[in-house]
């Protein structure tokens, strides 16, 4: 016998703002949200059509310490690299964090907890499959 879970997850995208660059040459953030989240970073415009995503405990400090700041982590230097390259390439970048988010699990309705890594790891993949089922060029490894 197989056991069954059916699980159904959905979002919202609200537009934080418009990434850009300081006089320092440092990503500079529109104000960011102080919570646990999902967010996106969305490049269009002069051919590109790409999307960063990932999840943290705190989008504010992740967006501070790791991309407007000086963090040296793998991902944080490659994706930091690529927004001030698609910046200086005319792009525009654009920060969404996720909103609207509910989850039900075999019928019920959970309460959404973003502080939950589980729930934002779940979240953060889902918004990884929709990207891709739209052809968006995807910067996760």
């Not at 850009?20 to 102080?34: F, H, I, K």
Request: aromatic fraction near 4%; include cysteine; hydrophobic fraction near 40%.
């Amino acid at each position: 016998m197989t056991d069954l879970i059916r699980i159904e997850a959905s979002l919202e995208w609200e537009e934080i703002g418009n990434v850009s660059v300081s006089e320092t040459g440092r990503l500079a953030m529109p104000d960011v949200p102080l919570g646990p989240g999902i967010y996106r970073f969305r490049i269009s415009g002069n051919g590109c059509n790409e999307v960063y995503i990932g999840e943290t405990i705190s989008i504010h400090k992740r967006m501070i310490r790791r991309y407007a700041g000086l963090s040296k982590g793998e991902t944080t230097v490659r994706i930091r690299n690529r927004l001030l390259s698609r910046i200086d390439e005319g792009c525009s970048v654009n920060l969404d964090a996720a909103s609207g988010c509910t989850l039900e699990v075999d019928g019920q309705k959970l309460a959404v907890n973003l502080a939950d890594k589980i729930q934002r790891r779940l979240f953060e993949n889902a918004a990884l499959l929709s990207a891709r089922e739209l052809g968006q060029t995807i910067l996760n490894l």
